[in-house]
């Protein structure tokens, strides 16, 4: 990948944030997969099973769509600090979202996430230090939302993506250790007349992201998301729901090449990508298959609109990743405090994960 050509400490610690981040069972096929880090405690807490639900201010991040079937006005915030099981205090992900209803028009909102890794060391080809830097990433969203009929929503969002691994290049390259891209994320809820809803995403769909030059450059981690809510039963004061999501990357990264098929250097196929608008079929048939979807299965059950439990379980078995989520909320007139816990397993570096969110109505 690009960000190897930078510093060592910098290169091992978004490595490993990396490696383990749960929803991407090969993120060495791709750059920037901070973008799939799922954010907001409530959908945390459910197994990472939120896209047939997605009816807060979270939904333009888990499926736009979502915000068609909402009104008022939103904010939302969450924080957690990354990879607790190693104790790099210095890593965090926030997330900021935003929705507002547009009467006649639909529901607008959007997002900015970012993601901290930390300060390092730069240092030249004999070890000696030349002073610090920050590795960062960040990306801002614009949804919107708007049904098509009484059951069937559609949604949109527009991002821009920015990565700053290092403030210049290693050694004598030239260019700079950042790199922005543009994407795309589409989205569709359904409601059936059996008290279940269907949602279906596909996001991050843009142009390969460059640090150096376009010849390293990495595509996004382009992610096809479907799920399943099923309402058990819903009254004044009691509310009971159980999802399921399944995940898969939609990026195939090295090919077995021909001699000059398309005029590519058949040494180099790791590297060779397949295009977007061809990866997304073709990561379906690539040796990994179905194999590498991670799934998610969740419950959420609410006393009174005031107290709500939750709890889920997700599994990556290409990752050879489990866990099970724990999650709670607390509402207080026009406040919602969300808290999620983790489950990695004992020594895992994901165990212990925290997220918490406040949501703010207006």
Known sequence: MSFTQYTKTAAVILFLAIAVSQLTSRPSE?????????????????????????DDATASWWNPAGLARQSGRELTFMHANWLPGFNLNDMYYDFLAYKQEIPGLGVVGGHITYFYLGEQTRTDEYGVELGTFRTYETAVSLSYGTDLSDNLFIGLNSKFIYSHLSD????????????????????????????????????????????IDYEQADPLPTTFRAGLAYYLFYDDFNSLVLTGDMTKLLVRKGKDLDEGEDGIDTSDEWNYTDPIWTAVFTSWTDEDGVKDIVYGLGAEYWYNKMISLRMGFWNDDMGDISATTYGTSLRYDSYIFDFSYLDAGKGHPLTDTMRFSLNIGF
């Open 30 to 54: 791709a750059g920037v997969v901070f973008l799939t880090i799922s954010p907001g405690a409530r959908p945390t807490g459910m197994g990472d099973s939120f896209v047939a639900i997605a």
């Open 168 to 211: 210049s290049g290693a050694g004598n390259e030239k260019g700079s250790g950042t790199g922005h891209s543009m994407a795309l994320d589409l989205g569709m809820l359904y409601q059936t007349e059996y008290d279940i809803d269907i949602g279906v995403t596909i996001t991050n769909l843009g142009p390969k992201i460059s640090y």
